[in-house]
């Protein structure tokens, strides 16, 4: 409780400009409010103010600490505000990130149409296909696909599994044929993934190993899984994407599944958020809908 109070204080003074009209607001003498902040940079082991015979400017670490404490304050007052008017909203901002195709397509549109329904809610999201840092970077959860490293500090939810699949131009297999068994893949033209001097290989489960590892020839490589699809469209060669990314294509007879009776691979996607002892409301709320939202669109 000593901490917050010192949290309070140093709020203020940043609020204020200086420590000696923060003391002003907060009735205190100068001298306290410095003590105070003094104790809480020997505390934390930085320095939060720099500080002239006339004026305290904010050091980098001090600006860090401050959008912190502000936002956790910020909850306090709005769960107190709450609390005194008998609801329990969903209130407040949520800042998501996530990959930048499958956020586009797949987890927006969920989590914006909470908006309608809970008017105190306000969403910021992300989208960068980098693994951010939530505490660094100030994220309440990210959305995550795949194999995750280990990590003490976050707690994980599996909201839906997603399907890879290989399709195909009805102007491909016209001029080409449909691949009928894995063997027929290296005969067969491919746009592949890759980055740099790397690509993706395409993998399937198999009853003798854990994956069967093959590849068509190719002479197209492609680093964004939209232009990979658009090739595939034109009938450049066969695909292999998540299912959700060519639905549309498939409905409207641009695109084709084929090798449908060879089992596909399927990898999960994760809710993640910093480990703490109470989650927030909208935190739950949103990873609730995505895990009921996003199993349908998966397909």
Known sequence: ????????????????????????????????????????????????????????????????????????????????????????????????????????????????????????????????????????????????????????????????????????????IEMHGEPQRLEDLPNHEGIIYGKRESHDTWVFPSPDDPWRVVLPRSRLRLDDLESIRDAACRGLGLAWLPCWMIRNDVATGRLRQVLKAVPSVTFETHAVWPRSPVMLPRVRLAIDTLAVGLPGMME
């Open 1 to 172: 409780m000593e901490h917050l109070k010192d949290v309070s204080v140093f709020v203020e003074a940043v609020d204020a400009g200086g420590f000696s009209a923060a003391a002003k607001r907060l009735n205190l003498t100068r001298s306290a409010v410095a003590k105070t902040i003094a104790r809480m940079e020997t505390r934390l082991k930085v320095r939060l103010f720099h500080r002239t015979t006339r004026s305290q400017g904010m050091t980098e670490e001090g600006r860090y600490f401050y959008e912190r404490c502000l936002r956790a304050i910020e909850e306090i007052r709005a769960g107190e505000a709450e609390l005194e008017s008998g609801r329990r909203d969903v209130r407040g901002k949520l800042r998501v990130t996530m990959p930048v195709i499958f956020g586009r397509q797949c987890v927006a549109p969920l989590l914006i149409g909470l908006l309608d329904h809970h008017p105190g809610l306000e969403l910021d999201l992300s989208f960068s296909d980098r693994v951010a840092d939530l505490r660094a970077d100030g994220f309440d959860l990210a959305v995550r696909n795949g194999r995750l490293k280990d990590d003490a500090d976050t707690v994980v939810r599996r909201v839906a599994f997603q399907r890879l699949t290989v399709c195909a131009s009805p102007a491909y």
